[in-house]
T-cell receptor, first 116, second 113 residues
Framework: GAVVSQHPSRVICKSGTSVKIECRSLDFQATTMFWYRQFPKQSLMLMATSNEGSKATYEQGVEKDKFLINHASLTLSTLTVTSAHPEDSSFYIC????????????FGNGTRLTVT | QKEVEQNSGPLSVPEGAIASLNCTYSDRGSQSFFWYRQYSGKSPELIMFIYSNGDKEDGRFTAQLNKASQYVSLLIRDSQPSDSATYLCAVNEAGSGNTPLVFGKGTRLSVIA
């Protein structure tokens, strides 16, 4: 149980274009999902908390107008990287938990974004 | 600012030995603690979680928690080459509700055959 599916696993796009990443909880409902970003040899850094039916909460330094999050249902959150630039190239990973706040987070397989 | 500290390694151990991975955290109010394994280019996968002081064993893995010292560790017995990965320590933010995890930078483990 507790499967989180993320798509696409890898995307290459040109600078200035937008990319949408989908994150689905397959066997549980997730009112909250978390989006992390990981640069090479770095730790996972929380970008934003996605809340079903309301606005996402962004971490300090993360541009909300650049990283658009939509959590339209209890099983789907999307992250859109708008006007992507090479410095946005990173590994984006979504996560969610089926239980209470102190239970483990389960991660999607991640999306490797390369902006050329 | 909440921080989770880990030695980046690499930690090299021979096959069959015990690997010991350590982690300290800054938020004294943290209540739940997790160890994830991350292979290169992959997303993290949960290894163990621990909530109470003491030891928790699951197969070859033992998690140890000392809240007074703000210290968490992971022991891997009979280490195998397939255990070679980066091990991430994660701590849940203190407080109620569905909160994110704060991750350390990870310790890279290399098990030498």
């Amino acid at each position: 149980g507790a499967v989180v599916s993320q798509h696409p696993s890898r995307v290459i796009c040109k600078s200035g274009t937008s990319v949408k990443i989908e994150c689905r909880s397959l066997d549980f409902q997730a009112t909250t999902m978390f989006w992390y970003r990981q640069f090479p040899k770095q730790s996972l850094m929380l970008m934003a908390t996605s809340n079903e039916g309301s606005k996402a909460t962004y971490e300090q330094g993360v541009e909300k107008d650049k990283f658009l999050i939509n959590h339209a249902s209890l099983t789907l959150s999307t992250l859109t990287v708008t006007s992507a630039h090479p410095e946005d190239s990173s590994f984006y990973i979504c996560s969610a938990r089926p239980g209470q706040g102190d239970s483990p987070l389960h991660f999607g397989n991640g999306t490797r974004l390369t902006v050329t | 600012q909440k921080e989770v500290e880990q030695n980046s390694g690499p930690l090299s151990v021979p096959e069959g030995a015990i690997a010991s991975l350590n982690c300290t955290y800054s938020d004294r109010g943290s209540q739940s603690f997790f160890w994830y394994r991350q292979y290169s280019g992959k997303s993290p996968e949960l290894i163990m979680f621990i909530y109470s002081n003491g030891d928790k064993e699951d197969g070859r893995f033992t998690a140890q928690l000392n809240k007074a010292s703000q210290y968490v560790s992971l022991l891997i017995r009979d280490s195998q080459p397939s255990d070679s990965a980066t091990y991430l320590c994660a701590v849940n933010e203190a407080g109620s509700g569905n909160t994110p995890l704060v991750f350390g930078k990870g310790t890279r483990l290399s098990v030498i055959a």
